[in-house]
């Protein structure tokens, strides 16, 4: 039964289905859970849909412009840390102040 409610929400996202439409019907409780687990096909689908825009506006008397490379998306474990780092001073501290 499983797979089946994965492949139901996987023909959903290649078809175009907007996340939200795909998070409801699968009764996910946020939003959040949906795109954790079926983000990497947005991915796909948002760089199917450019590729569609393009061939829609390039004319053949028109060069194909360079491709547009999207980042692949982010693990949690890719994020920069959010702690500031310390600054350094030019002051030596052992010095007073002047």
């Not at 939003?31 to 061939?55: C, E, F, M, P």
């Not at 053949?60 to 350094?88: E, F, K, V, W």
């Amino acid at each position: 039964m499983h797979d089946l409610r994965h492949l139901a929400a996987t023909i959903s996202i290649t078809a175009g289905v907007p996340l939200t439409g795909v998070s409801k019907t699968l009764r996910h409780a946020t939003l959040s859970i949906t795109a954790n687990i079926y983000g990497h096909l947005t991915t796909q689908a948002a760089r199917d849909a450019v590729d569609t825009i393009d061939r829609a506006l390039t004319t053949a008397d028109q060069p194909a412009p360079t491709p547009i490379r999207l980042p692949h998306p982010r693990t949690p474990g890719t994020h920069a840390s959010r702690i500031p780092r310390q600054r350094a001073t030019d002051k030596d501290p052992t010095q007073k102040a002047s």
